[in-house]
């Protein structure tokens, strides 16, 4: 029984051993069905969006953010991100993911940003969250769960600080449904059909930064659930923004009490749609409240404005009024701002953004009394409604510190001045994607200006308008080529988007500190170009048609790293435009070599060792005489070509009609006394033997024609060649010459008759004969040749000798 036993648990132990190793060889084995995203730039952020990605895709896990938005990801597994401990941020918006398995994210333990938005989960499982202690970022908005608060689903999540959740499908908040989040900076609740709310589920996050709610419908209508809501998250320093809000009879403003009562200072409405009746409730509701904010971005009016019925109310609390997107249903009936004094005296900040107002009226302009900032961009002011908005410029607005009259059809700059030059404490001026299309050559402006922002207009050249006192300037965006105006205490100055070739002259600014000069025509800058910037900290000069010479590259990549002065912009901006063969390629990764970057070097260096190589290869050329054979091949095949004809016709006909000569004497100049002397009367002219005919080059050779052509020609017409040999013989260069082609033509085989014919004039030792004459040299250590005797009675035997050579009995010996 005991053995059965033990038999039974050893196979059991092998079962399991086998099921772990098969278990552990699929994790630690790549699953060879996922895709892979190689989509990673330098920062190591990896943008695998819109892909159309049914599984998580493997990317480096050296990965500090991952973008998976846009895919079709359904589940979330176990494996699919271990080993991915430096993700800082995880995007996994706009899938269909449903299932998330326990353990997906307990590896991204560095996780600092969650984004599982519009999604398909049903359900929010607490231990998806468990190991993520560094996060600060969750999104979980639109997903079809029902029920928040059951579990604690942030319970652990201590560094939380931006929280989103909600959607269609929520329709259940319980008490508790934040336990374990201590603080926020952010929370954003989406409750349209909320339909039930336990007291507190919101309660107990402080300190909270603002909150967003979006709770219109059939919740909002519920007094006491929507009361709730705001008494949970209101406080006087949180601002509290109300999205997507019906505001059309008194009750739909009655949950605004609870958070009235809690003293919000801070609320905003985005895409209100309210009516006369509610506007005057939402007034008395805040009658009293210190509330210094009231933001509208999206409202449209029903009603026709007729709110002087909350004249009693106290708003002078209110210190700043924000409305933007502004549509009025019925213009026509709309009646002006003129019964609304109780509201305009007291705002010190007023910004009435893109509401279609094409006037203000002076006389409401003066109600204004308060006024430091106003805002009226994006609206339809030109330069005759402007004039009657500033009350033509008489200083109604006296307090007045920033103006912003961006986006309108302004068209005269000059016009513009003049209205402001009496706003004796006016900083900041935007003026930016106006009409503005030249500039005057004097303007007046206001002393204490300081902020001036002219860009997206149409401006092509600048003037001394530009007042002296600015600090910052911003002319991007317009067609400006070139700047020369002085402003010496500017500090900013931004000039993206123009057509400057280069950077402008750093004397103009001495206390100049940030230059923007992107999206231009710069072709390069290098270190002379900043000297002339005394002051100058930060430059942004990216998304410019850089040529990447030598110089910039050198420049960009090391030296301005070592100057006082930053590249703020992205270093990937600085991209290559030229050479085409570097277009399109980060600055920073241009690897330029020594040929390219010192031509006048390389090519000095170059010269200097093909001169020095070529040198070397001549002198060993020299010393083995290649020159000379190279010289005797040339002449040899010309005059190879030149005789042809006169081998065929020696080969057709009879070799001894063909011979006109029985020698061809080579002799020096300085032996022509011997030769005329002794030879030609001895051989030519006998008085007992036969008489020879001699080839002498000074009576025989045809004038005019090539001397090689000569002595082949002669060589060929004679029976013998004689070489008259001496001292003047070698060192004659037209007997050298002429020993050297017939040499060649000689001792190569060509010829075909018999040997030369050697005469000593004087003693001549063959060490005596060039070294290139090796074959010359041998033919003295092996055949016979004959000496001139100076003694009279031997030079008998010497002429029989040599009439014996030349009649063709062989050569004798001494």
Not at 350 to 357: E, K, L, P, R, T
């Amino acid at each position: 029984m005991g053995r059965e036993t033990n038999l039974h648990f050893t196979l059991f132990l092998r079962l399991l051993l086998l099921l772990l190793g098969l278990c552990w060889g699929q994790r630690s084995n790549p699953d060879p069905e996922r895709p892979s995203c190689h989509s990673c730039d330098l920062r190591l952020s990896c943008n695998c969006s819109h892909y159309g990605f049914t599984r998580v895709p493997m990317v480096t896990d050296r990965a500090l953010t991952l973008d998976l938005s846009f895919n079709n990801i359904t589940v979330v597994t176990d494996d699919d991100l271990t080993g991915h401990m430096q993700l800082r941020a995880l995007n996994l918006h706009g899938n269909r993911l449903a299932v998330i398995q326990p353990s997906a994210f307990d590896s991204l333990w560095n996780l600092e940003g969650l984004d599982l938005s519009d999604n398909q989960l049903t359900a929010l499982n607490p231990t998806w969250f468990s190991k993520l202690g560094a996060l600060q970022q969750l999104n979980l908005l639109n997903n079809p769960y029902s029920c928040i608060g059951s579990a604690p689903v942030f319970q652990g999540l201590v560094r939380l600080r931006r929280l989103a959740f909600g959607g269609p499908a929520l329709e259940e908040l319980k008490r508790g449904a934040l336990a374990g989040v201590t603080q926020l900076e952010e929370l954003t609740v989406h409750g349209n059909n909320l339909l039930r709310y336990e007291p507190g589920a919101l309660a107990y996050v402080w300190p909270l930064g603002h909150v967003t709610l979006r709770l219109h419908g059939p919740f909002f209508t519920n007094i006491t659930l929507t009361s709730a809501v705001l008494a949970d998250v209101s406080y006087p320093e949180t601002p509290i923004i109300l999205e997507d809000l019906h505001m059309i009879e008194n009750r739909s403003v009655q949950p605004l009490r609870e958070a009235a009562r809690r003293r919000v200072r801070h609320i905003t409405f985005r895409n209100l749609s309210i009516s006369d009746e509610a506007t005057v409730n939402l007034l008395e509701v805040f009658n009293g409240v210190p509330l210094t904010s009231l933001s509208v971005d999206g409202v449209t009016l029903t009603g026709e404005g007729r709110w002087e019925k909350a004249n009693w109310t106290d708003q002078k609390s209110i210190d700043e009024f924000f409305v933007r997107n502004v549509v009025v249903l019925d213009i026509y009936k709309f009646v002006s701002f003129l019964e609304l004094g109780f509201l305009l005296q007291y705002p010190r900040r007023v910004s009435v953004i893109n509401a279609g107002v094409f006037v203000m009226p002076c006389i409401t302009s003066g109600l204004l009394v308060n006024l430091q900032y106003l805002d009226m961009s994006d609206n339809l002011l030109t330069d005759m409604t402007l004039i009657e908005t500033l009350c033509k410029g008489n200083g109604t607005l006296k307090d007045i510190r920033v103006l912003n009259i961006s986006g309108n059809a302004l068209k005269s700059l000059s016009t513009l001045s003049q209205l402001v030059a009496k706003l004796y404490k006016l900083t900041h001026l935007d003026i930016s994607r106006t009409n503005y299309n030249s500039m005057p050559p004097s303007c007046s402006w206001p002393s204490t200006l300081r902020y001036l922002n002219i860009s997206g207009a149409k401006l092509d050249n600048i003037t001394l308008c530009l007042p002296a006192t600015l600090e910052v300037l911003d002319l991007s965006n317009n067609n400006l080529k070139d700047f020369t105006v002085a402003l010496p205490a500017l500090r900013e100055l931004h000039l993206s988007g123009n057509k400057f070739l280069r950077l402008p002259s750093g004397y103009l600014f001495t206390n100049l500190q940030t230059l923007t000069i992107q999206s231009n025509t710069l072709n390069m800058f290098s270190r002379s170009d900043l000297q002339s910037f005394t002051r100058l900290q930060n430059l942004q000069a990216g998304q410019n048609k850089f040529v990447c010479s030598c110089d910039f590259v050198a420049f960009l990549q090391s030296d301005i790293k070592e100057g006082d002065v930053h590249l703020t912009d992205d270093e990937e901006s600085y991209v290559c435009d030229s050479p085409f063969y570097l277009q399109g390629k980060s600055v920073g990764q241009v690897r330029l070599s020594v040929v390219v970057c010192h031509q006048v070097l390389f090519v000095s260096v170059s010269c200097g060792v093909a001169l020095f190589v070529g040198v070397l290869v001549s002198v060993i050329l020299l010393r083995l005489h290649a020159f000379w054979y190279l010289k005797m091949t040339w002449a040899w095949l010309k005059a190879k070509h030149s005789s042809r004809h006169r081998r065929r016709l020696r080969d057709g006909a009879d070799s001894e009609t063909l011979l006109s000569f029985d020698a061809f004497v080579s002799y020096s100049e300085r032996d022509t006394g011997w030769v005329e002397t002794y030879l030609v009367p001895e051989l030519e002219e006998p008085t007992t033997a036969r008489p020879l005919t001699l080839c002498l080059h000074k009576r025989d050779f045809l004038p005019g024609q090539w001397i090689v052509d000569n002595i082949m020609s002669a060589m060929e017409r004679s029976r013998r060649t004689v070489f008259i040999l001496s001292e003047n013989f070698v060192q004659s260069d037209w007997c050298r010459y002429e020993l050297d082609f017939s040499h060649f033509w000689l001792f190569d085989g060509e010829a075909g008759g018999e040997p030369a014919i050697l005469i000593l004039l004087e003693p001549l030792s063959k060490d005596d004969i060039p070294k290139r004459f090796c074959k010359l040299r041998k033919l003295m250590s092996s055949t016979t040749y004959l000496e001139w005797p100076q003694e009279e009675e031997r030079r008998g035997e010497f002429w029989r000798s040599l009439r014996n050579a030349l009649g063709g009995e062989g050569d004798e010996d001494e």
